[in-house]
């Protein structure tokens, strides 16, 4: 018996094993196959949802809060998420990104939010992932919050410390691509 060959062989069928293991864990994390045009749509609706909340927080903000005792814009953000989630519309969360949640359920609860939050605070604008979930695509997006008044130190007195246009926190999206 040639050993020599049987090694070669042992070794051939261990990397293509090897191979076939990594290819397929590959696929496994591979996002799954979705319409480009759908996948636009979704992007669109997701930059509607941002600037439709973004400017309610802007606007509660600036009518509605005048001292640390006002109901809080970002409470408001929060309890409208909610609704549009218990319509089936969609998820949105709030994510804290200084490391001094003013809430704990405010925290990046999984991979895609803590990476999100590492990308937007290097100085993204948007950051992006489609996943399935029982058996459907989604899109998580994740968008930058950064300080736009003063007034946000009223509550959050460490916003005083964020540079202009920081992000000091982020909307995170889960919607589905239909």
Aim: with cysteine; aromatic share 8%; glycine share 6%.
């Amino acid at each position: 018996m040639n050993w020599a060959r049987v090694a070669q062989m042992t070794f051939g069928t261990t990397l293509l094993a090897l191979g076939w293991a990594l290819t397929s864990a590959a696929a496994a994390k591979a996002e799954p196959k979705v319409d480009p045009a759908a996948l636009d749509r979704t992007r669109k609706e997701v930059k509607m949802l941002d600037d439709i909340y973004k400017t309610a927080v802007v606007l509660i903000t600036d009518k509605y809060v005048h001292d640390k005792d006002d109901f809080a814009a970002g409470s408001a953000a929060v309890a409208l998420f909610a609704a549009m989630e218990k319509k089936g519309w969609h998820s949105v969360r709030l994510l804290d990104a200084t490391g001094k949640p003013h809430e704990k359920k405010n925290v990046p609860a999984d991979d895609f939010e803590k990476e999100a939050v590492k990308k937007l605070k290097a100085g993204g604008d948007y950051y992006e992932q489609v996943v399935e979930k029982d058996g459907k695509p989604y899109l998580r997006a994740a968008t930058p919050v950064p300080v736009v008044m003063k007034k946000c130190a009223l509550c959050h007195d460490h916003y005083n410390d964020a540079k202009p246009g920081e992000a000091i926190g982020a909307l995170s999206y889960t919607i589905r691509i239909e």
